[in-house]
Nanobody, 120 residues
Framework: VQLQASGGGLVQPGGSLRLSCVAS????????VGWYRQAPGKQRELVAG???????NYADSVKGRFTISRDNAKNTVYLQMNSLKPEDTAVFYC???????????????WGQGTQVTVSS
């Protein structure tokens, strides 16, 4: 299984970006998916998560600004980021718990990261 994260870039404060995380390979089901970020000198933190049933959770710092969603038919999870702030600058990673077959355990996979820079 591979996760491909994309959509990062340079944006001005107050702007928007949409990140995508596409899973490919031997996939029976994608369970929980999360977007994490890591700023220079800081630990990686969970930004938003979505479960197979569609329930979501967000870090307090992004509530009301970020929205996570998933398209199961495309094995894709999105992170819509609005009202971006300079403190959102980080490398964003997606993580997915994937089952390769029915009844199999879920395994953890990470995407390669995509840089988000918020600056004027």
């Amino acid at each position: 299984v591979q996760l491909q994260a994309s959509g990062g870039g340079l944006v001005q404060p107050g702007g928007s970006l949409r990140l995508s995380c596409v899973a490919s390979g031997t996939i029976f089901s994608i369970n929980a998916v999360g977007w994490y970020r890591q700023a220079p000198g800081k630990q990686r933190e969970l930004v938003a998560g979505i479960r197979s049933g569609g329930s979501t959770n967000y870090a307090d710092s992004v509530k009301g600004r970020f929205t996570i969603s998933r398209d199961n038919a495309k094995n894709t999870v999105y992170l819509q980021m609005n009202s971006l702030k300079p403190e959102d600058t980080a490398v964003f990673y997606c993580n997915a718990k994937v089952s390769p077959c029915e009844g199999c355990y879920s395994y953890d996979y990470w995407g390669q990261g995509t840089q988000v820079t918020v600056s004027s």
